[in-house]
């Protein structure tokens, strides 16, 4: 969403006659109020994003630290934000899906659950399939994606199990000596 479409619905939310608005009218400002709210969240897990490297690279405080100070969150939640930045650094269309309010944060919340415990090779397969993901979430409920991502895992999972004991098997070898003195094998 551009930022001339986020002033759009941020204007029709500031005239709004709320207490005369009927049930169309209210669906249309919440409507409104999910597209602004999904690019508020998209620049804000840029900022976030940039606050990481910086703490990198500059030693700066860490970014849960400055949205714990100047966002007036509590610092759980300047973690949680923490977290949606980097599933978007590894997710994009995630970023870009949520700046046009298709899914919330809540969707991006439940990817980075998913991946949160997961090893390189799993969370790489996941993650190759971010297109996908992305579209699945913008026809799911947030709790539902949380639960479609955590099916995947396990799929994931256990096909990466099935490879990884095929790997063990080819690598695994035995010898068989008789020793010639004792003439035990």
């Avoid at 009927?22 to 900022?47: K, N, P, Q, T």
């Avoid at 610092?75 to 919330?104: C, H, N, V």
């Avoid at 947030?142 to 199990?161: I, K, S, T, Y």
């Amino acid at each position: 969403m551009t930022s001339v479409g986020v002033l759009v619905d941020v204007e029709a939310l500031a005239v709004a006659d709320i207490a005369h608005a009927d049930a169309d009218e209210c669906a249309s400002l919440l409507g409104s109020m999910r597209r602004s709210r999904g690019w508020l969240d998209a620049v804000e897990a840029r900022i976030t994003s940039r606050l990481r490297a910086l703490h990198d690279t500059t030693g700066s405080a860490p970014a849960a630290d400055a949205h714990g100070r100047h966002s007036g969150v509590s610092a759980a939640e300047g973690k949680r934000k923490e977290r949606r930045s980097k599933t978007i650094d590894d997710a994009p269309s995630f970023g870009d899906a949520l700046a046009e309010g298709a899914i919330g944060a809540e969707h991006v919340d439940g990817l980075a659950d998913a991946t949160a415990k997961l090893d390189d090779d799993v969370r790489s397969q996941l993650l190759a399939d971010e297109d996908a993901l992305a579209e699945d979430a913008a026809s799911m409920t947030p709790e539902e994606f949380a639960r479609h991502c955590r099916d995947r895992v396990r799929q994931l999972e256990r096909d990466h199990g099935i490879e990884r004991h095929r790997q063990q098997r080819n690598d695994t070898f035995l010898t068989r000596k008789t020793n010639m003195r004792t003439g035990m094998v």
